[in-house]
């Protein structure tokens, strides 16, 4: 049995999680995911009953009940580099034994849930709608420092993709990953779907050029283009590539839905989008 160092599997002083300061028992099985940490707020005021607020640098974390499920809601601040510690550490608290410091005998399986808000890619897709990612992309290199699963990895759409985007060697290899179907069936089934690129930031890799010159300014022109299995690419944001891919390696179940709040093509921006966002995190609560 695996015994995990303290160089490697970090704690805090109370024995808790070293960045999202949990115990096993403060996590529920079920996990919605917000970006900004004043949205942990929004989701927490439709519970029931909260019997858990921890808080540690970005990473604010609500547990409660609603209508009788209780519900983790939990801060992961922007960017894959921040999901790589958020589903790290979620899925040790639940399948490790933190002060045997050993991997569980017998693993639980996490229903994790993104509602992030995002740019659409597609001239047709209104501000303030919900798209669910039905597949991911990601261009941010983070799956290559890991052992992907054989079955965890959409090879046929790297490969599509990477093809009709002629993409250039010295940007990072994308890989793909499809969400997991029984959230899809449960949560957005009536929610239109798409193929999701996650960035490693929010100019450059997106496309914005500010003062620095992009290394392909044609990225875009291409991405609204392309299609797989009757799916198209539907917008960017910058988390749910480090979601998909660790917490479906990890066997853990995976979603993302998000609330379009600029799109791209029609050159619109939605600066009051909270609306919207309390009914889709109503919706997916609901839905649980």
Not at 15 to 33: C, K, M, T, W
Not at 34 to 55: A, L, W, Y
Not at 221 to 248: H, Q, V, W
Request: glycine share 6%; proline share 4%; hydrophobic share 35%.
């Amino acid at each position: 049995m695996n015994h995990f160092k303290a160089s490697e599997l970090t704690l805090a002083n109370d024995g808790s999680l070293y960045h999202i300061r949990l115990f096993p028992d403060e996590l529920a099985d079920n996990v919605i995911l917000v970006g900004d940490p004043k949205r942990v707020n929004i989701v927490s005021d439709f519970f029931d009953t909260i019997e858990v607020k921890k808080e540690n640098r970005e990473i604010v974390t609500h547990t409660g009940t609603y209508k009788g499920k209780r519900i983790t809601a939990m801060s992961t601040g922007m960017g894959v580099d921040n999901l790589d510690i958020v589903i790290t550490e979620l899925d040790a608290c639940r399948n490790i034994n933190l002060k045997e410091r050993t991997q569980n005998p017998k693993l639980s399986t996490l229903n994790l849930i993104r509602l992030g808000t995002t740019g659409a890619m597609q001239k047709s897709m209104d501000i303030n709608s919900f798209i669910c990612s039905q597949y991911v992309i990601g261009i941010d290199g983070m799956m290559w420092f890991y052992k992907s699963k054989a079955n965890v990895m959409e090879e046929k759409l790297q490969k599509d993709f990477v093809e009709f985007m002629r993409w250039n060697a010295p940007l990072p290899t994308p890989y793909a990953v499809k969400c997991s179907e029984e959230l899809v069936q449960k949560i957005a089934f009536d929610m239109p779907k798409g193929i999701t690129v996650t960035a490693p930031g929010f100019y450059g890799p997106q496309g914005r050029e500010i003062r620095l010159p992009l290394y392909d300014n044609t990225i875009n022109d291409r991405l609204p283009e392309f299609a797989y299995n009757d799916y198209k690419i539907t917008n960017y944001e910058m988390e749910t590539s480090s979601l998909y891919c660790l917490g479906k390696n990890l066997g853990h179940n995976v979603l993302t839905i998000c609330n379009v709040i600029a799109n791209r093509y029609q050159g619109t921006f939605a600066n009051d989008y909270h609306e919207s966002m309390s009914r889709l995190i109503q919706t997916v609560l609901d839905r649980i």
